[in-house]
């Protein structure tokens, strides 16, 4: 990774300062030493939003993160501050706000960096959302297998807490501490989904739930809950101590503010790049230092493996929730993955599809059976094994698993195959007489040194 650091722990390096196109908010101080203390995240300014928060109540806080446009950053881009309004009135029984920190996505690293960098900020972030929607008790549900991340994530909460920032002006009682549960999830995609992420952390198999209801009106233990993304809730300190002006002046029409682009792939500098909505892939592409020397993009994703994939054609594209989706795909997480001449599309796709096998929950047939048989089909043109009628036989299935399947998992599965097979058809077609590393050989995709 390059600039805007995400290995907080190395001494401080350089951070982006090229005028006008990216803006540092969330990562600006990810390069310097021990960013993730408590004693820096003040020193640069932290707990100024949750003073300002102190100072609101509930509505006028919801009102003010309404007014800001903030959109959800885990994927969908729902706002904000109409989802917290949408929690029923209080009645003095408990309400939550469980934050989505699972981030398995193939391609998304935008939230562990931050809770790694820059931990204060979620949980100042958390601070101001519990106040906001009346809460006393926040999860964090963490992938499980970023176990560096687990014990920064704790020692950042104990760290606040001990400090006595945590203590005053919460709950319904308005003197209760606030608490804040870091849980390890065991690893698995699925529990990203907001509502299996709810089953989990109750104790159960990570399953989606049937919605309505939703979690607003009945999430964690039946109460009503509020679900959002890293990123989302370190957003808001930045809302509060700056002001919806402020955020609304970054961005588009439609998709307001700052967001952290992850570029990973054939590009020089891979690393986080923290821009308004609406920077362009040929401007991020430009920042990562260019694709690799001697190479050209042949293809990339803008928000990580289920959204369908993108060719130079829209290197122009805004990068904006409305623009994406114009374009024909989705913003996702912000998870730009760039691959060169080198790559076979056919392998890449089978590697997402393996992936998507691997993490289907078994909920439901289309999803469970559909994956499994794409897999198969994946592989045998990857090897150059394909039978003829192969492809016509994948869209047949993704297909049917695309809008009938009960999660977006399913729908997910479905895109790269759909995507891949619009966009390279010929590819796909090779696969019945040549294996991919043979068109494509793998070593030459490879950006290790000693891989090749
Ligand atoms: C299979 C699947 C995995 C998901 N994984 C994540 C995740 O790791 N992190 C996340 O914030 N949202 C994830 N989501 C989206 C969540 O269900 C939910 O929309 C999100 O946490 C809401 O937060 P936001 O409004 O702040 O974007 C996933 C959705 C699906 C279908
Ligand atoms: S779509 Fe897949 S992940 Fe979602 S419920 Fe069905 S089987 Fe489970």
Redesign the pocket.
């Known amino acids: 990774m390059s600039t805007n650091a995400v290995d907080a722990s190395q001494p401080a390096g350089p951070s982006f300062t090229a005028p006008g196109t990216l803006t540092p908010v969330l990562t600006e101080h990810w390069g310097e030493d021990r960013s993730w203390t408590l004693e820096h995240y003040l020193s640069v300014g932290g707990y100024e939003g949750l003073a300002r928060a102190k100072t609101m109540s509930p509505e006028e806080l919801i009102g003010l993160v309404k007014g800001s446009n903030l959109r959800?950053?885990?994927?969908?881009?729902?706002p904000?501050g109409l989802?917290w309004s949408f929690l029923p009135p209080m009645d003095g029984a408990p309400r939550y706000l469980v934050v989505?920190?699972?981030?398995?996505?193939p391609g998304?690293c935008k939230?562990i960096p931050t809770i790694l960098a820059n931990p204060q900020a979620l949980i100042e972030g958390i601070a101001i959302t519990s106040r906001a929607i009346g809460g006393d008790l926040a999860f964090v549900y963490l992938r499980g297998e970023v176990t560096h991340v687990y014990r920064r994530l704790l020692a950042a909460v104990r760290e606040a807490a001990d400090s006595g920032l945590l203590s005053t002006g919460f709950g319904l009682d308005g003197e209760q501490p606030l608490r804040i549960v870091a849980h390890a999830g065991a690893g698995a995609?699925?529990c990203?989904?907001?509502t299996a992420l709810l089953d989990s952390l109750e104790g159960r198999r990570g399953h989606p739930r049937l919605k309505p209801p939703f979690p607003a009106v009945a999430g964690l233990y039946g109460r009503p809950t509020v679900?959002?993304?890293?990123e989302?809730i370190a957003s808001v300190p930045g809302i509060l101590a700056k002001g919806a002006d402020w955020y609304n002046a970054m961005g588009t029409e439609r998709s307001k503010g700052h967001g952290i682009f992850s570029v990973s792939g054939h590009v020089v500098s891979p690393g986080q790049f923290e821009a308004p909505f609406g920077i362009t892939m040929r401007q991020l592409i430009e920042f990562a230092g260019g694709i690799r020397p001697g190479h050209s993009l042949k293809f990339w994703v803008p928000g990580g493996s289920s959204t369908p994939i993108f060719t130079p054609d829209e290197l122009d594209v805004p990068l904006d929730y409305e623009s994406v989706a114009g374009a024909g795909s989705m913003l996702g997480t912000r998870a730009l993955q760039v691959f060169d001449d080198t790559v076979s599309v056919v392998r890449v796709v089978a590697r997402w599809t393996e992936f998507y096998q691997h993490e289907s929950c078994g909920k439901c047939t289309p999803c469970r059976e559909g994956t499994y048989w794409m897999r198969q089909i994946m592989l045998r043109l990857e090897a150059g094994k394909g039978i003829p009628g192969d492809v016509e036989k994948l869209e047949d299935i993704a297909s049917n698993i695309a809008g009938r399947s009960f999660?977006?998992?399913g729908d997910?599965s479905a895109t790269p195959v759909l995507s891949g097979i619009k966009r390279f058809r010929d590819e796909f077609e090779a696969g019945y007489t040549t294996p991919a590393r043979e068109l494509f050989p793998y070593r030459a995709s490879s950006i290790l040194e000693s891989a090749r």
Request: charged share 25%.
């Open positions: 959800g950053r885990g994927g969908a881009g729902f904000t989802k989505n920190a699972d981030e398995s996505e998304t939230d995609y699925i990203g989904e907001e679900i959002n993304n890293v989302t999660c977006a998992l997910a």
